[in-house]
């Protein structure tokens, strides 16, 4: 579901004609009138004009809505690449243990770039088919299998099956290029200036399925954001490196990690740890030695490590702290932990939150049980971000609903909320400063623009959001929307 145009026609006149208390507010209560009196379609579009700063805990891969990745997939026939889809399971032999092994053979919408799909025998090729063949209805199952949008599924559909499917188009270089940018334009669209994208340099696959060199890769994704397409988004990227954290070799992996930050030190800033903690075979310890080694080597390498995204309690965040790491991603379960809340509290590390995905991968049971808003009073520093926007059906202007909805944030918290993403940033002081600076601009023109003309200063504001919205929210139709 897509909401745009909100001030067309009806939509337009409505949110015109709503009363303009913000602007007779006292100094320190007229965001809490607006939360008072908007309307759930007007405080979105509040919230989506707001300017904001960074997303620091985004996965591009993961961002990508499948509306962007079927494009882009269609596209790429010109340089040679083709991809099927699996239809139908026909119970075939299972084609290599990677792609195929076990129940993965089973797993349907599972893509494939031409060069594998000829590898298979005729048994296993009768349960593909090309894209631009899909019927309709295959179409929209094939959309709807990258999205967590039923209530049955959770975090093993997401972990076990959504990377799964989309392995081989995001191992395209071009498809990596094009979804980066798409992201770029919508983001800035939502009022974002800065983006850390986790994103592989390496590991990417030409049209015959040979390895794409990293040069090359990096190569494009330089030309990608000096293009003037980027440009005209306003938005600055860096990219985070990533390691599986429960790999058999994940100290090898962290070892060429940063490597690929060292040889690229324009494009990233530094690695960061993934996967499921849930496989304690990635526990936090279990990288201390080699980090210790990589820190004997390479300088200003930044560390951010997913941590606390678990459901027992446990000491992962400290120990990630021992670590060297300057971000928390997740940290859901920190709260649990006393002497992990000491150390973060008022101090130079973040906690990465994301309320979307920890209420879909079912890490709380609902917002009740977020421990998000005992952080950010607390003086725990905090910053939302979308982690696999793209998969949730969702953006970031939805994280900034989730919070003020369910959080009663004030106008201060959301100001230091944006502040937090960009002060914690891994970008050189300069860049760091000037980002801040103009957000602060931005920030001021928008609350005395506001509160001196209330809801008309945001009449030229078209929103856009998606399924997650509608979903949780009932935000699905407002009068005046074009929905696709």
Not at 98 to 110: D, I, S, T
Not at 298 to 313: K, Q, W
Request: glycine share 8%.
């Amino acid at each position: 579901m897509t909401i745009r145009g909100l001030w067309q026609g009806v939509g337009l006149a409505a949110l015109l004609l709503a009363p303009t208390l913000a602007g007779a507010a006292a100094p320190d209560d007229w965001f809490e009138q607006v939360k008072a009196t908007a309307t759930p379609q007007q405080l979105y579009t509040f919230l989506y004009a707001l300017p904001k700063g960074a997303d620091l805990h985004n996965h591009l891969p993961g961002a990508d809505r499948s509306e962007w990745l079927w494009t882009s997939a269609l596209s790429q026939q010109a340089r040679g690449y083709t991809y099927y889809t699996r239809v139908r399971v026909a119970n075939c032999a299972p084609y290599g243990h990677n792609e195929f092994g076990g129940g993965k053979a089973l797993l349907l919408f599972k893509n494939l770039q031409g060069s594998h799909y000829q590898q298979l025998d005729a048994c296993q090729q009768s349960e593909f088919k090309r894209l631009q063949d899909l019927d309709p209805r295959e179409k929209l199952a094939w959309m709807n299998s990258q999205r967590l949008d039923e209530a049955y599924e959770g975090r093993d559909e997401f972990f076990n099956a959504h990377f799964d499917r989309v392995d081989e188009l995001i191992r395209n270089p071009y498809v990596i290029r094009d979804v980066l940018l798409t992201n770029m334009e919508a983001f800035g669209q939502e009022g974002l200036v800065y983006l850390e994208l986790m994103q592989f340099v390496t590991g990417t696959l030409r049209a015959d399925g040979t390895p794409f060199p990293a040069d090359e890769v990096a190569a494009l994704f330089r030309e990608a954001l000096a293009s003037p397409r980027a440009r005209a988004t306003g938005v600055e990227v860096r990219f985070l490196d990533t390691v599986l954290r429960f790999a058999p070799n994940a100290e090898q992996l962290l070892r060429d990690s940063y490597a690929v930050v060292d040889r690229y030190r324009d494009l990233y800033v530094g690695t960061n740890l993934v996967g499921r903690e849930d496989n304690d075979k990635g526990y936090p310890l279990r990288f201390l030695p080699v980090l210790r080694e990589l820190r004997h080597q390479y300088p200003d390498i930044h560390l951010s490590i997913h941590a606390g995204e678990v459901d027992e309690p446990n000491t992962h965040i400290r120990d990630t702290l021992l670590l060297g790491a300057e971000r928390i991603g997740h940290g859901v379960n920190l709260i649990s932990d006393p002497e992990g809340m000491r150390l973060m509290r008022n101090g130079p590390y973040l906690v990465e939150v994301n309320l979307i995905s920890n209420l879909l991968l079912e890490y709380v049971g609902d917002y009740t049980q977020h421990p998000f808003g005992e952080y950010l009073r607390t003086g725990v520093p905090v910053a939302l971000s979308t982690d696999d926007r793209g998969m949730w059906d969702s953006n970031m202007s939805d994280e900034y609903y989730v919070a003020v909805k369910e959080f009663n944030l004030s106008w201060p918290e959301l100001v230091t909320l944006g502040r937090n993403s960009l002060r914690y940033a891994f970008l050189d002081d300069a860049t760091k400063q000037r980002l801040l600076a103009g957000y602060d601009r931005r920030m001021a023109a928008f609350e005395q623009r506001f509160r001196q003309q209330g809801w008309a200063s945001l009449s030229g504001t078209q929103p856009e959001s998606y399924g997650f919205l509608c979903r949780h929210y009932q935000l699905c139709q407002w009068p005046g929307v074009v929905s696709r």
